[in-house]
């Protein structure tokens, strides 16, 4: 629409569900957003002004079917009036996509676009933004931030208001700053396009762009200054998304990104008016886009102006100004002093106004110029001598001066070139300047010994002085400034390479402050920028540069001879210093190099000698020393950490001091160049910190240990982590530094990393020990690294053995690992299992128990089990023997382990089979637990040896409860198979079973050996038969006897192998307790509490935190009351005004429909009472849970397989009820909706909206009683959740009674196409009935459909016309019918076809598992299709093995071979059209096409199947009923003999055509003694015949000469008249 309607304007449909606020991606919880509550307004006694028709606003309707849409009046916000001009009528059927361009706009309610006059302009249908004093009202503009994984609207990280533009807010590392904006885009031309600059570090951190979540701007790191992006908006919602982000590590630049004007087109087709020419700007002509600024010494006070207007002459203005400002007297800040070039020794000292000029040269008062000066010339800067011309020349290389002469450098020493100036007479080549805003000049002046940003700016202003300079060598940027300010200004440098403080702040007094900063070898432009964004016009607001120097340029002098550092040398005149190659470092005197002394070494070039460590020796090289990364503690334990070994470093490792480091094992040797020194050259160390330091966009680094030794764990590492497994890596030699803690003198910085044996994390990686800085002290550094590789190498002393249950006479010995998980690595491998003939005794031994001996039956050691003669299954990957998984019917996939629960199987697709051989010496039983999950197709079965013990079909149960199976098995031997037909293994779908929980008993006699508990279980004591699963907080390796408790600040879910460190507690660890609310304040207060289970450490004490928050907004149709309590209209029939805070009687044609909005607080963070929850398997919580104000989760649940539900039952009392909300589904997992126990997916995997906010559905439901069941499905190993907000309903009344969690109210809705009222107070609109229909909007009545149309269905909002060959009696007709004859043509040519002999016959075809039924003649409610006899129809179809009934088409079509366009074999189609659509392509539905060919011999015959696709069945049917139907000319008569003075007279059909072959007409007289002719007479009747015939022709071919003849003569004349 071209303007969003206002909240109290009439509804065109049904209320839309309430909109949440974009989340980002990482944001782990959707915070719900209900839509802005208009607020009551108390009802007033005092007398109101009439209306007029200015109190009236318009807003168009969205588009409809025809493309039309409406124009709707409404009283406009904060209006009181009463009587006088009533609402205006609506306008109907207005054109929609009338498209005007910019410079033009389309009246309300007109059709043809007019040009903008003079003093306005149109962007055409959008909107634009250039100033950013406050948020614009046209946009609904949302920001937030997520630091880390945090997710935070605090104003300060998010996007800043600045005046002239908006900037990114302030974030940390791995963090991002977003803004959001949500557009409808109606018109084919919608674009947005806006102007932006960034500077920050290259590559890593930047801008980015996206919408709908797909990125249209790469993200951009740097623009030199404001540059624009486009790009186009396709017609629909869209979310537009602008998000700085950061990357782990480094800060460069202004770290920010700035916008400062947005433009979208396309919002609407066409602007609804023109925009008037702001103050400070003015339109001079019609048809405009923009409007022009005024000029300097010129301005306009009001909007709409054509021409600015002149200041008077003691009057001034900055560009686009809205007023003038007085002229001061002139003082010394209103001019400059210049200089003329040297001339043999002297120069000309000058002084100028300033551009534009402000002050008043004319006042008394002003200060008078100076008279011009004739002086000396000034000396050159340092680095620099005068020539014979007197102009100033750099030093030659190898040479420095300061500034009077120059020298040549002695050896050891190097001149570097500088680019020094200190003295400001003239700007160098290389310099730029200019000002952007109310500015006082044109940019910065000279001032002789400095250079200021100018004098007299305005209010708002930047400005700026470049310097383009070009480095041949790693260099830096150094000056010294002052910033003078009476208000808010800001000074900052930026650089292409990145280089850029925070912007600096005036302190107080002003002060000189010196700044240095790296430089890059290249090209750079360097910007100084002054800038100013206050009310505060304070004339003197400047800042002043005194010197800057850069070093490491291509063109510069050299201002000193600079010592060469360790590690390089000179010989003399050098204008740089050589460094040493690796292994070498330089002498004393820095004029030679010599090799590394033996046991030291140095790995790059230009460093010095440093000792190996002890235990290593250096190479021949001296380059490194030797590391085996191998380690002896003892004879029987080793270490071998080669396996971590790689190209690239370990990192980035932040603590929580923010730091960042990287780490290497076993090498020095880096290829990802992680860290890099000050000359850019990659640091060849074990460990290296991040500094704030840069170099091209590449972080600079220390080195914080090169030299390796190993040692034993210390002792407080194997209290700490309860293990003597493990070793320290102590690593020395670091980049010296932290003097200042230790007494003035610089330490090596030295870094440990204590290494863990941990089984389970692989090669894991190092992280800071304690969870704390790892700088525990100045340049000491502590890493612990949980590793698989920290474990020791495998010796025979880690392997246990125990034997299998005997199958065929047979048992086989096991090999495992006495530690589970397994505490050692390579080495000795597993033994392979061993085959040996079983025990002969048949002596039973009970479950608990095993054979020890021949004849003795001892108890189970705690840690272990027996079944007593059997297995217990608990773990299938991989598939335990003797188990195997097939595919009978290939394509398919077979069962899986630990896919959905970690202790079961599941199938997969298609028919997959999964079977086992057992032989059982002695009577057993089988026992197992199944759950289903599908929709009712397909099949699961449990069968022995052909025998079906176990069928059941799939059907999700409703509260996801796990069945139990025990079977009895007799004694011998069994073929055992479980399988599943049609399953579905995908990431969105699961049809198929899971199985768990098995237990086999009878396969032996006894147990030989007990098989110990696997992880995450135990057995407490001797005699276990079964191992118990470990508790929340506890854990088990296996063979346990218990479960350990977990450490103080750890945690574990159920069935656990370890424990895991407690992260420190975020924000959204707790859930937000909110007090009542405040009605006079709108505040409330709010408290947290953890969410339960805890599963981190509050070291922030979230728990302590009390806040006042604003109370959430009153949901759309109701209003807060004087309790804080937000209400609707509680009167049936009734909806709320929000303008007046009055209930309203719904009027004809439209309704007052009821909704609900799930608003609940959490202050026990349970569901509300009326919905119902629960969890099955390992689960964390019991179910669902209330994270926030109306928002849900699925629980926690660790990384278990599990099933969350949670439902409730709804009462749909609107024919339009409909259920929305938002949900978010993260990492891996299944969120199932059922509806009356129809399964639908809403998501699997991590699902997200393109704002990383939650995914809005919406459902419509029929009246009646409805069950909702939402179910998260976690697969084992992964850590999701599903969450819900938003939750929204209309139309709909719970079974139970509502609670105050829900927001009760009623909205006045427009009856749609369709659907009407009659009178005031409905609830709701009624259908139209079949037979009639409503194409309006807000009728009062359906109309009767006109004769040969028909609507079948309730609700139509037109009827649809007969079909060929079909016709309807009289109007308001549901049908069409037909007498089965078709006529195909017209005219003489026209052929009937004739289909009676099929009227009141059901033709039945099968194919496959499908039974199609048709009714040709007829619409037929068989109870074969129609078990209910609840509708009727030509052609249904009862599918699939559960009998799915399928309508196939309510209306019937004949095609011919001559009027239509019936298939190329037939002569004629019939078509049955109109069925269901379900699982339909879009905008199709059900239909069967009989091609009909003619064959007489075939008699009616039967259809045949042709093919079927995507919801087209057609059948192909060779019968009589195929040829056109007889006519008399079809037949010829025959008569017999003539008997008694009768005779038969018959009709014999001599066409090929549809009709009987033989018609018995009644019987004709005759006479038996006729008259017999001669031969002779018949011969002379013939001739006399024949002559008649021939004068007959004489004479007609005569008249048709003549004829020809006149009309010869006829035409000569004709043409004779001619000439």
């Not at 000396?376 to 102009?391: F, K, L, N, S, V």
């Not at 120097?549 to 000193?560: C, F, K, L, M, N």
Request: hydrophobic share 30%.
């Amino acid at each position: 629409t071209n303007a969003p309607a206002p909240t109290n304007a009439p509804a065109p449909t049904n209320a839309p569900a309430p909109t949440t606020a974009p989340t980002p991606t990482d944001a782990p919880t959707p915070t719900p957003t209900t839509a802005p509550s208009p607020q009551p307004v108390t009802p007033t006694t005092a007398p109101t002004r009439p209306c007029t028709m200015d109190d009236y606003a318009g807003t168009y309707t969205a588009c409809d079917a025809d493309n039309t849409r409406s124009l709707i009046y409404y009283l406009k916000e904060n209006v009181t009036c009463s009587g006088g001009q009533s609402t205006p009528s609506p306008k109907f059927h207005l054109p929609c996509g009338i498209t005007c361009g910019a410079g033009s706009y389309l009246p309300l309610g007109e059709t043809s676009c007019q040009v903008c006059s003079p003093g306005s302009y149109s962007i055409g249908g959008g909107e634009d933004v250039s100033t950013w004093f406050e948020w614009p009202k046209q946009f609904d503009f949302m920001t937030w931030c997520v630091q880390g994984t945090t997710f935070s609207r605090d104003p300060a990280c998010g996007w800043q208001l600045e005046g002239l533009y908006i900037k990114s807010g302030n974030i940390s590392s791995a963090s991002n700053s977003s803004l959001a904006l949500s557009v409808r885009i109606n018109s084919d031309a919608g674009q947005v396009k806006f102007t932006y600059r960034v500077n920050a570090e290259r590559n890593y951190d930047g801008l980015r762009f996206s919408v709908d979540g797909k990125e249209r701007m790469n993200k951009t790191s740097y623009t030199a200054s404001y540059v624009n992006f486009v790009t186009p908006l396709a017609p629909g919602s869209h979310t537009l998304r602008w998000t700085y982000e950061k990357d782990w590590s480094i800060s460069l630049g202004e770290d920010a990104a700035f916008i400062s004007n947005i433009q979208i087109t396309g919002i609407s087709y066409a602007a609804d008016e023109c925009e008037l020419c702001p103050q400070g700007t003015y339109g001079p002509v019609s048809n405009a886009t923009s409007c022009l600024p005024c000029s300097s010494n010129t301005f306009t006070n009001t909007t709409g102006q054509t021409k600015c207007i002149a200041c008077d002459d003691d009057e001034y203005s900055f560009p686009e100004a809205d007023q003038c400002l007085p002229r001061a007297p002139c003082t010394e800040n209103d001019y400059e002093l210049l200089y003329t070039a040297c001339d043999h020794g002297q120069r000309v000292l000058y002084a100028h106004y300033l551009n534009p000029i402000i002050c008043d040269p004319n006042n008394p008062e002003s200060v008078t110029l100076d008279a011009n000066i004739t002086e000396a010339c000034g000396p050159c800067p340092d680095g620099m001598y005068r020539d014979e011309q007197w102009e100033c020349q750099y030093c030659p290389a190898g040479q420095a001066s300061n500034s009077s002469h120059c020298a040549s450098c002695p050896a050891g020493t190097a001149a570097y070139k500088v680019l020094h100036i200190a003295q400001w007479d003239d700007w160098l080549p290389n310099t730029a300047t200019g000002c952007i805003g109310d500015c006082g000049g044109d940019g910065w002046r000279l001032n002789s010994t400095n250079i200021d940003s100018g004098y007299g700016h305005g209010e708002t202003v930047d400005s700026y002085f470049d310097m383009n300079v070009s480095l041949s060598e790693p260099g830096s940027v150094k000056f010294t400034f002052m910033l003078i300010c009476e208000s808010d200004c800001r000074f900052s440098l930026t650089s292409d390479s990145g280089i850029a403080p925070p912007p600096f702040r005036p302190h107080t007094p002003a002060a000189n402050i010196t700044f240095n900063a790296p430089l890059p070898v290249g090209d750079h432009t360097l910007r100084w920028s002054f800038t100013k964004n206050t009310f505060s016009p304070a004339r003197g607001d400047r800042v002043i540069v005194w010197n800057i120097t850069v070093t490491g340029v291509d063109v510069g002098g050299a201002i000193e001879c600079t010592t060469c550092a360790d590690g390089s040398i000179s010989s003399a005149g050098s204008s740089g210093c050589s460094l040493c190659p690796a292994g070498q470092s330089s002498n004393g005197n820095h004029t030679k190099c010599e090799m590394c002394s033996e046991g030291t070494h140095n790995p790059k070039k230009g460093g010095e000698c440093i000792p190996c460590g002890e235990g290593t020796y250096s190479v021949a090289d001296r380059t490194s020393c030797n590391v085996t990364c191998t380690y002896s503690l003892s004879s029987s334990v080793s270490y071998d950490l080669r396996a971590l070994k790689k190209d690239t470093m370990y990192g980035p490792i932040l603590d929580n001091a923010r730091q960042q480091y990287y780490l290497h094992v076993c090498t020095l040797n880096q290829q990802n160049n992680t860290c890099y020194d000050d000359d850019h050259i990659a640091i060849p160390s074990y460990a290296c910190q991040v500094t704030t330091r840069s170099y091209q966009g590449f972080q600079l680094g220390e080195n914080i240990g090169n030299v390796l030794a190993f040692h034993e764990l210390s002792t407080e590492a194997k209290e700490k982590y309860n293990t003597s497994l493990g070793i320290l890596m102590q690593l020395s030699g670091g980049t010296p530094g932290c003097a200042a803690s230790h007494r003035g003198v610089a330490v090596d910085r030295e870094t440990n990393i204590t290494f863990i044996c941990d089984p389970i994390a692989g090669a894991g990686a190092p992280v800071p020990y304690h969870n704390k800085a790892v700088e525990s002290e100045p340049c000491h550094y502590n890493f612990v690294w949980k590793s698989l590789y920290a474990c020791p190498v495998c010796g025979v002393e880690d392997i246990g053995f125990y034997y299998s249950s005997c199958q065929k006479g047979k048992r086989t010995k096991y090999y495992y690992w006495k530690d589970t998980p397994q505490l050692c690595h390579d080495g000795i491998a597993l033994p392979s299992p061993s085959v040996s003939n079983c025990s002969e005794s048949t002596l039973s031994c009970p479950p608990g128990s095993y054979l020890q001996g021949d004849n003795e039956c001892a108890p189970c050691e705690p840690g272990t089990f027996s079944v007593g003669g059997g297995t217990q299954i608990y773990t299938w990957s991989p598939l335990p023997d003797p188990f195997t998984t097939s595919c009978p019917s290939p394509p398919c996939t077979g069962w899986s382990g630990g896919v959905d629960v970690a202790d079961g199987i599941s199938s997969g697709d298609g028919e997959c089979v999964l079977t086992a051989d057992y032989r059982f010496f002695v009577d057993g039983n089988i026992s197992f637990q199944y759950m289903l999950y599908g929709q009712e197709t397909g099949v699961f079965t449990f069968v022995m040896d052909k025998t079906t013990l176990l069928s059941a079909v799939t059907h999700t149960p409703r509260h996801f409860e796990w069945v139990n199976v025990s079977l009895p098995i007799p004694a011998g031997s069994h073929l055992f198979s479980w399988t599943f037909e049609n399953g579905l293994r995908s990431k969105n779908e699961f049809e198929g079973v899971v199985v768990k929980s098995m237990r086999i008993r009878g396969t032996d006699y006894h147990d030989e050996t007990c098989t110990p508990c696997p992880a995450g279980y135990s057995s407490n004591g001797s005699n276990s038969s079964v191992c118990v699963p470990c508790s929340v907080n506890t854990y088990s390796g296996g063979a346990g006897d218990s479960c350990l408790p977990c450490l103080a600040g750890e945690y574990s879910g159920p069935m656990a192998t370890q424990c895991i460190v407690k992260p420190n507690c975020t924000i959204n660890d707790f859930r937000p307790i909110y007090s009542v609310c405040d009605a006079l304040t709108v505040t409330r207060n709010v408290t947290y509490a953890a969410h339960l289970p805890q599963i981190c450490v509050d070291v922030h004490h979230f728990s302590r935190l009390h806040d006042v928050v604003d109370c959430y907004e009153c949901p759309p149709f109701s209003a807060r009351g004087s309790d804080g309590i937000c209400r609707g209209c509680a009167k049936k029939g009734y909806y709320l005004d929000t303008n007046t805070g009055e209930c309203m009687i719904a009027s004809n044609g439209t309704s007052s429909t009821r909704v609900l909005y799930y608003v609940a607080g959490t202050s026990n963070g349970s569901v509300s009472s009326e919905f119902t929850t629960g969890c099955n398997g390992p689960c964390g919580t019991d179910g669902w849970r209330l994270v926030d104000e109306g928002t849900l989760d699925s629980g926690e649940h660790y990384d278990n397989g599990v099933d969350s539900w949670l439902s409730f039952q709804i009462h749909v009392v609107s024919t339009y009820g409909s259920m929305s909300f938002d949900y978010l589904v993260t990492e891996d997992g299944i969120l199932q909706m059922s509806i009356d126990g129809d399964v639908s997916i809403l998501s699997s995997g991590d699902v997200r909206s393109s704002t990383g906010n939650g995914v809005q559905s919406v459902t419509s439901l029929s009246r009646g009683v409805h069950e909702v069941v939402f179910n998260y499905h976690q697969l084992a190993g992964s850590t999701g959740r599903a969450l819900m907000s938003s939750l929204y309903f209309n139309g709909i009344n719970f079974t139970v009674p509502v609670s105050s969690d829900f927001v009760e109210s009623s909205f006045n809705h427009y009856c749609e196409a369709g659907t009407y009222t009659n009178k005031e107070g409905e609830e709701e609109c009624t259908l139209c009935s079949p037979g009639y229909s409503s194409d309006v909007f807000g009728a009062t009545s359906c109309s009767p459909c006109a004769e040969k149309t028909y609507t079948a269905e309730y609700g139509a909002s037109e009827c649809e016309v007969c079909r060929e060959g079909t016709y309807t009696v009289g109007k308001a007709s549901t049908y069409c019918r037909t007498d089965c004859n078709f006529t195909d043509g017209s005219g003489t040519s026209a052929v009937t076809y004739n289909l009676n002999a099929l009227a009141g016959k059901l033709v039945q075809l099968e194919k496959q598992d499908t039974t199609y039924y048709l009714d040709v003649c007829n619409m037929s409610s068989t109870p074969e299709c129609h078990p209910e006899n609840v509708w009727a129809t030509h052609a249904c179809a009862v599918e699939g093995v559960n009998g799915t009934h399928r309508n196939w088409g309510t209306t019937i079509e004949f095609v011919g071979a001559k009027s239509g366009n019936a298939s190329s074999n037939s002569t004629f189609d019939i078509n049955f059209v109109n069925g269901d659509a379900e699982d339909c392509p879009y905008d199709s539905s059900r239909k069967i096409t009989v091609q009909f060919t003619c064959n007489l011999t075939a008699g009616v015959s039967q259809p045949q199947f042709l093919s079927s696709e995507e919801c087209r069945t057609i059948f192909t049917w060779e019968s009589s009923l195929g040829c056109p139907g007889c006519t008399d000319s079809s037949y010829v008569r025959a008569v017999g003999e003539c008997t008694n003075g009768l005779r038969s007279v018959r009709r014999v059909r001599v066409a090929p055509c549809n009709g009987p072959d033989l018609i018995q007409d009644e019987p004709e007289t005759c006479y038996v003694n006729a008259v017999a002719f001669p031969a002779g007479a018949i011969a002379g009747i013939v001739i006399a015949f024949v002559a008649v015939v021939a004068i007959g022709a004489f004479f007609y071919m005569r008249t048709r000469r003549l004829q020809a003849d006149y009309s010869r003569l006829k035409g000569d004349r004709n043409d004779n008249d001619g000439l």
